[in-house]
């Protein structure tokens, strides 16, 4: 694996927002990355990528996806006091978000600074109130960074119901080889995937089957690959983040190839393969299950596609919240992708 690459552009992506509804800039990142390796793409309906390289067995392919689309809000109602109040796009616990600052984009593609705060912030103010103050829709706003007194200044700004907002990601890269970023949940899966991408391509090496890349933009909101997936696929490997934690077998070191989540067991042979193949190869991996988790492979086997799914993907600690994993996790994951597409 190339690290420079994959660092550099988990960094570029990292600081595209694209929360589930307004992706088109990111994908637009990924298809030119595709495009510089000389690799066809194509868009569905819905804004999903689907590069595919041309394996040595044409008659059957294999998909594997991972999402671009991340948390974020949208504004909900804008308060007599000038300020938001805003829904959430994605599940994420309101306290991950308090203190962040925030990117509100109205519909012409004005943009306006602010931080996202509860309506008691101040403890000289509030005192005990403030710490005690349930963290929920109700009682968390945006503070935009302008002179608004009242709902009229907003509107005089050009922000309204519906526009977004994006979370400031705060990517940062360590000497010792963590990455800590909002969104890690799933760029960094992306850019395993543009890495494995690459590898076939300046090797010369041809995958077993036909091989598409999937790139949703939904996944979030439960449906990014419920459509579109190449007709002739038999196989799909959904490349979506690990979560390490308590009573978790994962870590931020590893690939992990996930056996069941909320929508159920994952294909118990294709599941059998990749340990195999990680384990023959002397990868770092795991194998683990989540009990609050469903991936794009959940969203494929629902619709009703005739698909074996397996789910691997490079552990990220805080998922849903201040993310952070290593480089080893996403090296380990690229490395189990390219071994089944080419063994």
């Known amino acids: 694996m190339n690290e420079n690459y994959v660092l550099e552009r988990l960094n570029t992506l990292l600081n595209i927002p694209s929360p589930t509804g307004n992706t088109e800039k990111a994908i637009e990142f990924v298809e030119m990355?595709?495009?510089?390796?000389?690799?066809?793409?194509?868009?569905?309906?819905?804004?999903?990528?689907?590069?595919?390289?041309?394996?040595?067995?044409?008659?059957?392919?294999?998909t594997l996806s991972a999402h671009v689309d991340t948390l974020g809000g949208m504004v909900k109602e804008i308060k007599s006091n000038g300020r938001l109040k805003i829904t959430?796009?994605?599940?994420?616990?309101?306290?991950?978000?308090?203190?962040?600052?925030?990117?509100?984009?109205t519909i012409e593609?004005?943009?306006?600074?602010?931080?996202?705060?509860?309506?008691?912030?101040?403890?000289?103010?509030?005192?005990?109130?403030?710490?005690?103050?349930?963290?929920?829709?109700?009682?968390?706003?945006?503070?935009?960074?302008?002179?608004?007194?009242?709902?009229?200044?907003?509107?005089?700004?050009?922000i309204n119901v519906g526009d977004f907002v994006y979370f400031d990601p705060r990517t940062t890269i360590t000497p010792s080889g963590f990455i800590k970023s909002r969104h890690l949940d799933d760029k960094a899966g992306v850019v395993a995937i543009l890495a494995m991408a690459k590898y076939l391509v300046e090797n010369n090496i041809t995958p077993n089957y036909t091989t598409n890349f999937f790139i949703s933009n939904f996944e979030e909101v439960g449906h990014g690959a419920s459509a579109s997936i190449p007709e002739k696929t038999f196989e799909f490997i959904a490349v979506d983040m690990a979560a390490p934690g308590e009573g978790q077998t994962s870590d931020e070191f590893s690939?992990?190839?996930?056996?069941?989540?909320?929508?159920?067991?994952?294909?118990?042979?294709?599941?059998?393969?990749?340990?195999?193949?990680?384990?023959?190869?002397?990868?770092?991996?795991?194998?683990?299950?989540?009990?609050?988790?469903?991936?794009?492979?959940?969203?494929?086997?629902r619709a009703g596609n005739d698909i074996k799914v397996g789910l691997i993907g490079p552990g990220v600690d805080a998922s849903h919240s201040f993310e952070r994993t290593h480089i080893e996790a996403i090296e380990n994951t690229v490395q189990l992708g390219i071994l089944y597409l080419t063994k």
């Open 255 to 301: 690939v992990t190839i996930c056996a069941k989540d909320s929508s159920g067991p994952y294909d118990y042979e294709l599941r059998k393969r990749l340990i195999n193949l990680a384990k023959d190869q002397g990868l770092n991996y795991k194998i683990d299950i989540y009990p609050y988790y469903g991936s794009d492979g959940s969203a494929a086997l």
């Open 33 to 62: 990355e595709f495009q510089k390796l000389g690799i066809p793409t194509r868009k569905n309906n819905k804004g999903a990528l689907i590069a595919t390289i041309k394996g040595q067995n044409q008659e059957r392919e294999t």
């Open 109 to 158: 593609e004005k943009q306006y600074t602010g931080t996202a705060l509860t309506t008691k912030a101040s403890s000289h103010v509030h005192g005990s109130e403030a710490d005690e103050l349930k963290r929920n829709m109700d009682n968390m706003e945006i503070r935009i960074d302008e002179r608004v007194n009242s709902k009229e200044d907003v509107l005089s700004l050009g």
């Open 88 to 105: 959430q796009l994605g599940g994420y616990v309101w306290s991950t978000i308090e203190g962040e600052h925030v990117v509100i984009e």
